[in-house]
C-alpha cells in the first residue's frame, strides 16, 4: 500500500475506528493501541478497496475483531477501567447525553447502536460486518432504544439539564409514552 493513501485511509477514518475501539476498552490508552493495530494490519495487508464505505466498513470490523481478541486475554479481564473523563475531553459528541448513554449500553447493544445512529449503517451492513443476522441486529437496536427510552424516562429533567448546559433552549418535561398492558 503505498504511505500517501495510507495517511489519507488514516486521516479520514480515525474518529470512527477510534470510537468503536473506545466503545469496546473504556479507555483512552487502550483504545488508541486498538486503534494502532487496526491501521497496522491495514499497512501490512494488500489493501485495494477503492469503494470509501467498503474501506469503512474493513476498518470498523477490524477494530472490532482486534478489540474482542484483546478482551479475550485472560490478563485484561482482571483489569477494570473505565476512562470517561478522558475520554470526554476533546470529543464534540461526548457532550451528546445519547451518546454517553450508548458508551454505558451493554456490549451487544453498544456497537450495533453506534454504527446504525453515528455511522449511519443499515441493520443488513451491520449485520454483514458483526457476522450475525440482520433480525438480530434489529432486534438490539429496538431492545437498546427501549433501554435509553427507559433510562431517560427515569430520569426526565436529564435532557432539559443537557440542553441547558450546551447552551440550547429548555423544553417542558417530555411526555410519558403510556404502557401497554
Known amino acids: 500500500m503505498r ?20 466503545l469496546y476498552m473504556k479507555n483512552q490508552a ?17 489493501f485495494n478497496y477503492e469503494d470509501e464505505e467498503k474501506t469503512k ?12 481478541s484483546q478482551l479475550r486475554k485472560s490478563w485484561r479481564k482482571k483489569q477494570v477501567a473505565y476512562d470517561a473523563s478522558i475520554h470526554d475531553r476533546g470529543r464534540e459528541e461526548s457532550d451528546n447525553l445519547i451518546l454517553r448513554m450508548v458508551e454505558e449500553l451493554e456490549e ?33 437496536l429496538a431492545k437498546a432504544r427501549k433501554l435509553l427510552r427507559l433510562e431517560l424516562e427515569a430520569d426526565p429533567n436529564a435532557a432539559g439539564r443537557e440542553k441547558e448546559r450546551q447552551g440550547g433552549p429548555v423544553q417542558g418535561p417530555q411526555k410519558k409514552m403510556r404502557k401497554a398492558w
Not at 494502532?36 to 494490519?41: G, N, S
Not at 456497537?111 to 438480530?136: D, K, Q, R, W
Request: glycine share 2%; proline share 1%.
Open 108 to 140: 451487544k447493544y453498544r456497537l450495533p447502536v453506534y454504527l446504525y445512529y453515528f455511522e449511519g449503517y443499515c441493520s443488513a451492513e451491520i449485520a454483514a460486518m458483526l457476522h450475525i443476522n440482520a433480525s438480530t441486529v434489529r432486534s438490539r
Open 57 to 68: 466498513a474493513w476498518l470498523i470490523v477490524t477494530a472490532s475483531n482486534c478489540c474482542k
Open 30 to 46: 487502550d483504545a488508541c493501541d486498538m486503534v494502532q493495530d487496526t491501521f497496522l494490519r491495514l499497512l501490512q495487508r494488500d
Open 3 to 22: 504511505l500517501e493513501k495510507a495517511e489519507r485511509i488514516y486521516q479520514e477514518y480515525f474518529a470512527a475506528v477510534y470510537s468503536v475501539c473506545f
